[in-house]
């Protein structure tokens, strides 16, 4: 079965829906995808798309969501059903959202997943036994230990915060290519490596934020990350555990082999560094390939594709929630 997530990336692709599947045609006609609607669960359509009426009720009478990114990866809108028989679960996260207790532990074990899932490939990487990055490892070694200590969430974010530095000093060590990259800059990126890392961040987010409202939770009531009107705070701290696995080894893997160069960036004035429409393209391709990887399941040890995992991950968080499992558990890697 096709990857149940389509990206359309052509610019004046227009998406038109004949009988029973989805027909994405480029701007003079010739056609990129052809794929019946059972086998889609999700659109993201990137820049200048177009979707037929037709098409639209289609997907959303098989309650199939779509999404509208810029082409530099920045959110527009999400176009998805409410999801029915979900009063009960999400009465139950209000309850929850206001548990100190709850929020802190749960949000403890998925900082872990996050720093023990970083420490582990920035050790796998480390083939060379280079120093530097072995200083890295033991920073984000010694960010794991003093989770325990963490007595709010606050200090669990601070925490985190410092690990993230040492990963991200451990990922410009590993880079193959100079791209300019010298840490974590977000809004505007200032460097290849950066755009790739915002814009692979923003295509997972997406991805957890569909697992999110398809196991019926409400996006917004998190416990890492502050509840805000204005995001979708759940599917951020869902995402922890999943940013290195996904996006970060997708962007070293197409750095270091040389995928992606620097002619495939340019820099717009106030926007910082963007992709060009193919280095978009092979990306997501990328990005696509490593969904399909497989992970083993922190709870019932069985092996699943990345893609299919964050949907387990949201529907075991919706347990823990429901009281149904007693305590969140992360995603792990060995």
Known sequence: MEDAAVYITAQGARLA?????????????????????????????????????????????????????TMDG????????????????????????????????VSREMVRGKLGISRVW????NRNRDEILAGQVIGVKDCLDALDDAKTVDELMGIEGTAARYHFEGLRCLLKQDLGFAG??????????????????????????????????????SNLHAIDDRRASLALDLMEE?????????????????EMVPGDFRVEDGKGVRMSEGAIAR???????????SVTHPVNGKSYALKDLITQQAWQY??????????YKPVTTR
């Open 17 to 69: 829906r004949v009988g029973e599947r989805m027909l994405v045609r480029s701007r003079e006609g010739k056609i990129l995808n052809d794929v019946p609607f059972f086998r889609v669960q999700e659109i993201i359509c990137m820049g200048s798309v177009d979707v037929t009426h037709s098409a639209l009720m289609a997907l959303q009478r098989r309650s199939i969501d779509v999404v509208f990114l």
């Open 74 to 105: 920045r959110f527009k809108c999400r176009v998805s059903n409410l999801q029915p028989r979900a009063v009960r679960c999400r009465m139950r996260q209000y309850e929850r959202a206001s548990d100190p207790e709850f929020r802190l532990r």
């Open 122 to 125: 920035l050790m796998r990487q």
């Open 184 to 221: 974590r800059v977000r809004r505007p990126p200032t460097d290849p490596v950066n755009a790739m890392l915002s814009f692979g961040y923003t295509l997972l987010f997406n991805r957890v934020l569909s697992a999110v409202e398809r196991a019926g939770l409400d996006p917004m009531l």
């Open 242 to 258: 999943f940013r290195t696995l996904v996006v970060d080894s997708t962007v070293l893997s197409l750095v270091n082999r040389i």
């Open 283 to 293: 990306f997501v391709k990328g990005i696509q390939s490593r969904l399909s990887d």
């Open 318 to 327: 919706k347990s823990v929630v429901l009281g149904e499992a007693a305590e």
